[in-house]
């Protein structure tokens, strides 16, 4: 096992020097990382977002029949939101209007 570590640190060292070498591979590199970052918070914001409207939208349609078929616990409410809503492009505003017009 600790030879397979060593030629592990000899391929990163390797990658190392050859960034030294090329910069422009290394400011390559540090673009991915700075994407990477922007890309992470994007999705953790979008997450808490959509957890808070599945909290919302499950207290708000208990009781109903979309309440009871979509959004019957906030896991269920989470994929449906995710799922129907914000990666289906424009089929989830009928499924918003026949939520709001359920709840009110």
Do not use: W
Not at 31 to 36: D, E
Not at 71 to 88: E, G, H, N
Not at 90 to 98: C, D, Q, S, V, Y
Request: hydrophobic share 55%.
């Amino acid at each position: 096992f600790r030879v397979f570590r060593m030629l592990r640190l000899v391929r990163v060292l390797r990658l190392g020097s050859a960034l030294h070498r090329v910069p422009e591979l290394f400011v390559i590199v540090r673009g991915i990382g700075i994407a990477i970052r922007a890309i992470s918070v994007v999705f953790a914001l979008l997450g808490i977002f959509i957890y808070m409207g599945a909290i919302a939208l499950r207290v708000l349609l208990e009781g109903t029949t979309t309440g009871n078929l979509r959004f019957k616990t906030v896991p269920q409410a989470m994929a449906t939101l995710l799922l129907d809503c914000a990666m289906s492009g424009t089929k989830g505003g009928p499924l918003i209007r026949e939520a709001y017009s359920e709840s009110i």
